[in-house]
């Protein structure tokens, strides 16, 4: 099994940054994709950004220019960089990673392990 376990999340005002954390530990794989989704009140979850073992990455259209998502390996880690932080950005953030789909993907279905989630609020 694979645990994962986000941190980093907290309040900031509208403009603001913020960097989630995601630590990966217990059984490693050299091909998978890694991904940060976020499900704000009375909404679905949505992908937001992902990153797959060779580096290449994809963004939801509401945060690309905004958000980074990147991955230390020797870490084991992976991060998301929030600039330009917006109130519609306020959401329970939570990492993700599969080894079903080794492209990537912001289909939560697609994904086989899960963070237990970390809450980010922005303020107008």
């Known amino acids: 099994d694979v645990r994962l376990q986000e941190s980093g999340g907290g309040s900031v005002q509208a403009g603001g940054s913020l960097r989630l954390s995601c630590a990966a530990s217990?059984?490693?794989?050299?091909?998978?994709?890694m991904g940060w989704f976020r499900q704000a009140p009375g909404k679905e979850r949505e992908g937001v950004a992902a990153i797959d073992s060779d580096g290449s990455t994809s963004y939801a259209d509401s945060v690309k220019g905004r958000f980074t998502i990147s991955q230390d390996n020797a870490k084991n880690t992976l991060y998301l960089q929030m600039n330009s932080l917006k109130p519609e950005d306020t959401a329970m953030y939570y990492c993700a990673i599969t080894m079903l789909v080794v492209t990537t993907t912001l289909y939560e279905h697609e994904y086989n392990y899960w963070g237990q989630g970390n809450q980010v609020t922005v303020s107008s």
């Open positions: 217990g059984r490693t794989y050299s091909d998978y994709c």
